[in-house]
């Protein structure tokens, strides 16, 4: 039975995820995303069968929820400390709906034999990877744009994508949009 590497992602404005993409600040090391790749995960499933997909489909058009608004607030490095994975924009704190909406995603995936993700849930749109750069190198672009403001974004659908990786970068595929009421 064949499986597909799956995640729940809230997508995100052309016109946001572009001028994102202009944001690239040119730092040695740092590889900026294409737009088409830049996304709010809600939940990363890992590689799903299909059996499981099928159900896991089900439980997500079921989840009931009302849009939200949501804004993109102040560039940031994963880990904390050390070198840099990858530089992301925040959505600022509390946000009460975001939190619900990742805890409905949740539940949908352990109804549908899934293995819940344990990790804490700290949402973000990956904008870069880096690659042997160090944190120093970061500190001055990360402190001068801590409060950017990349705008609202009016959160009316979320999706299931399938992921396949490439020499490239990943390649995602929409597989389920789910709307708001």
């Known amino acids: 039975m ?6 729940v992602s809230i997508e995100l404005p052309p016109s946001v995820r572009q001028r994102l993409a ?40 079921a989840i009931e929820w009302k849009a939200f608004f949501l804004p993109l607030i102040g560039f940031g490095a994963f880990p904390g400390k050390g070198r840099p994975n990858v530089i992301w924009i925040g959505v600022g704190t509390g946000h009460p709906h975001l939190f619900q909406l990742h805890k409905r995603v ?25 690659r042997d750069v160090s944190s120093e190198a970061n500190r001055p672009f990360l402190k001068a744009h ?21 020499p490239t970068g990943s390649v995602y595929t929409r597989e389920l949009i789910v709307s708001s009421l």
């Not at 294409?34 to 939940?43: A, C, D, R, V, W």
């Not at 896991?56 to 058009?61: D, E, G, Q, R, V």
């Not at 801590?146 to 490439?166: K, P, Q, R, W, Y």
């Open 22 to 61: 202009e944001f690239d600040p040119q730092l040695r090391g740092v590889r900026w995303l294409p737009p088409e790749q830049m996304h709010l995960t809600l939940s990363f499933l890992g590689d799903v069968p299909e059996d499981v997909e099928e159900r896991l489909k089900k439980n997500l058009s």
């Open 146 to 166: 801590a409060s950017f403001d990349a705008g609202m974004i009016h959160v009316e659908s979320f999706c299931l994508n399938s992921s396949e990786l490439t």
């Open 106 to 130: 949740q539940e949908a995936a352990l109804a549908a034999g899934l293995e819940p993700d344990l990790r804490v849930f700290h949402p973000h749109v990956t904008v870069a990877r880096c």
């Open 2 to 7: 064949s499986a597909k590497r799956l995640f």
